[in-house]
């Protein structure tokens, strides 16, 4: 088919914004940061499953607390009631007395044994809070990174659909100027994975390499720089460069 001037014009502008369109849609389909993102998402998750563990070691020192707590307390408890019966002394015996001041003894011991265990897990629960603190530190700046990564693909994908309708509308342009003929030929090769047309720079397609025969070519090097033809393989519309 011979297009004129005009026409050559709009299908290699046609053929750079088709180009360039497959190009903004599949930026937009698969978005450049979406492999960090995914990244931080995985170690969000993985920061959490840290987090768990890590708070669940904090709320054992502090359940061990707890309980030597009381049984600090109970043990005092004891050593009160003991110590009362001790100073009041009635009816009790020299051997009951002595056996008094050692049960005593033996509460108060069994307090410094239990004071210095809390005391451990104390030290211990400071350590654990400090390991927490730490993971929830990592999670802030994780969630921090995710959301501004997350704002720019968004952003990225706003300003890439405006793209894309404007390169839309201007290839709407071009191909106005085109005959039916030729943009249903375009179409086709599109709807295959293709670049719709392309420019000749030798004996082979440009848009899928196919080899085009000597006679075919010398034909073509004859013929008006303004005939178009169509791939035997693929079907694109091709066009000699001028």
Request: proline letters at 2%; hydrophobic letters at 35%; aromatic letters at 2%.
């Amino acid at each position: 088919m011979l297009i004129t001037d005009s026409q050559r014009t709009a299908l290699q502008t046609l053929i750079e914004l088709t180009a360039h369109g497959r190009a903004l849609q599949f930026e937009h389909d698969n978005p450049k940061r979406a492999e960090e993102l995914q990244d931080l998402i995985s170690r969000h998750k993985e920061l959490g499953e840290k987090r768990t563990e890590a708070a669940a070691v904090v709320d054992g020192h502090q359940d061990a607390i707890t309980e030597a707590t009381g049984l600090i307390e109970a043990q005092r408890s004891k050593i009160e009631k003991k110590t009362a019966e001790l100073n009041d002394g009635t009816g009790l015996t020299s051997k009951d007395m002595v056996n008094l001041q050692e049960e005593i003894a033996g509460h108060e011991a069994r307090v410094a044994e239990l004071e210095e265990s809390q005391l451990e897990e104390m030290e211990k629960l400071e350590a654990a809070e400090d390991e927490l603190a730490a993971v929830d530190d990592r999670i802030a700046e994780v969630t921090s990174s995710g959301k501004e990564v997350q704002t720019a693909v968004k952003d990225r994908k706003t300003e890439l659909r405006e793209l894309i309708t404007e390169n839309e509308a201007a290839a709407s342009g071009a191909r106005s100027e085109l005959p039916q003929q030729l943009l249903t030929t375009f179409d086709a090769n599109v709807r295959q994975g293709g670049p719709g047309a392309a420019l000749l720079n030798g004996p082979n397609c440009q848009a899928c390499g196919q080899e085009i025969g000597g006679a075919v070519w010398h034909g073509m090097l004859g013929a008006d720089v303004n005939e178009t033809y169509e791939c035997e393989e693929c079907e694109a519309v091709l066009l000699r460069r001028s």
